[in-house]
């Protein structure tokens, strides 16, 4: 049962690709070249939505607005952390965010735990909210005809 109106609509196109795909089989190739294309279209839409997918958040998989809007949409390298790579900072992360600190490294700037994991969280976020960018681009591209 759909929980969420983008479920909802995953559900409908789903069974309008399937209704189209019989249509296709009972009646034959009547239109030719153009019910194969529909053909190979509907197959396309069916495996990408019956593929598990989690969106990247919930806000945006409910049409809501973003939380964190002008915090993340920024460049990255002003981001916390945001000078080091996403190696770099997955690799400091892993062996920092527990680590106790010494007075004297405290004393000299040197990260603590929460600002590693604050780190990586706004990176993640970034991350997420740059591919969603680059797919609603790719997606728009091959949809012009």
């Given at each position: 049962?759909?929980?969420?109106?983008?479920?909802?609509?995953?559900?409908?196109?789903?069974?309008?690709?399937i209704?189209?795909?019989?249509?296709?089989?009972?009646y034959?190739?009547?239109?030719?070249?153009?019910?194969?294309?529909?053909?190979?279209?509907?197959?396309?839409?069916?495996?990408?939505?019956?593929?598990?997918?989690?969106?990247?958040?919930?806000?945006?998989?409910?049409?809501?607005?973003?939380?964190?809007?002008?915090?993340i949409?920024?460049?990255?390298?002003?981001?916390?952390?945001?000078?080091?790579?996403?190696?770099?900072?997955?690799?400091?992360?892993?062996?920092?965010?527990?680590?106790?600190?010494?007075?004297?490294?405290?004393?000299?700037?040197?990260?603590?735990?929460?600002?590693w994991?604050?780190?990586?969280?706004?990176?993640?976020?970034?991350?997420?909210?740059?591919?969603?960018?680059?797919?609603?681009?790719?997606?728009?591209?091959?949809t012009?005809?």
């Amino acid at each position: 049962m759909p929980t969420s109106t983008s479920e909802e609509k995953i559900s409908v196109d789903i069974k309008e690709a399937i209704n189209r795909l019989q249509s296709t089989i009972t009646y034959g190739n009547k239109n030719g070249y153009r019910n194969c294309v529909f053909q190979v279209d509907d197959i396309e839409l069916l495996l990408r939505l019956v593929t598990e997918q989690t969106p990247s958040s919930q806000w945006n998989a409910d049409g809501r607005e973003d939380p964190h809007k002008g915090l993340i949409d920024q460049e990255r390298y002003k981001l916390p952390m945001g000078h080091l790579t996403d190696d770099e900072l997955a690799n400091g992360a892993f062996m920092n965010y527990d680590r106790k600190l010494t007075v004297d490294e405290l004393a000299n700037g040197v990260p603590t735990g929460i600002v590693w994991m604050t780190a990586v969280k706004e990176r993640i976020r970034w991350l997420s909210r740059t591919l969603v960018k680059a797919l609603d681009k790719e997606v728009s591209i091959s949809t012009v005809d």
